[in-house]
């Protein structure tokens, strides 16, 4: 059973800093795409960044030049580094296997203007 536990949320200023990880359990970590998505009440649930196997990255027009997405395969931990954060930064964080139907729990991002 692959299990995904997200943690680094909490409540920041605008222009702040935060860096989020997620901690996977299993082997099917390493060879697949990883991604960092979030989600607000009432709307979808939209991806943020992604991360292949080979280290190539992906960004939401809304997040490029803030944030940041790594992975250490040795620790089978995916991060998210959040830069410049905005209030409509504020959102619940999912880390998610890409292609697979396992999510995290979530973790909560408030950022205060």
């Known amino acids: 059973q692959v299990q995904l536990a997200e943690s680094g949320g909490g409540l920041v200023q605008a222009g702040g800093s935060l860096r989020l990880s997620c901690a996977a359990s299993g082997r099917i970590f390493s060879v697949n795409a990883m991604g960092w998505y979030r989600q607000t009440p009432g709307k979808q649930r939209d991806v943020v960044a992604i991360?292949?196997?080979?280290?190539?990255?992906n960004y939401a027009d809304s997040v490029k030049g803030r944030f940041t997405i790594s992975r250490d395969d040795a620790k089978n931990t995916v991060y998210l580094q959040m830069n410049s954060l905005k209030p409509e930064d504020t959102a619940v964080y999912y880390c998610?296997?890409?292609?697979?139907?396992?999510w995290g729990q979530g973790t909560q991002v408030t950022v205060s203007s």
């Open positions: 998610h296997i890409q292609g697979s139907g396992y």
């Open positions: 991360i292949t196997s080979g280290g190539r990255t």
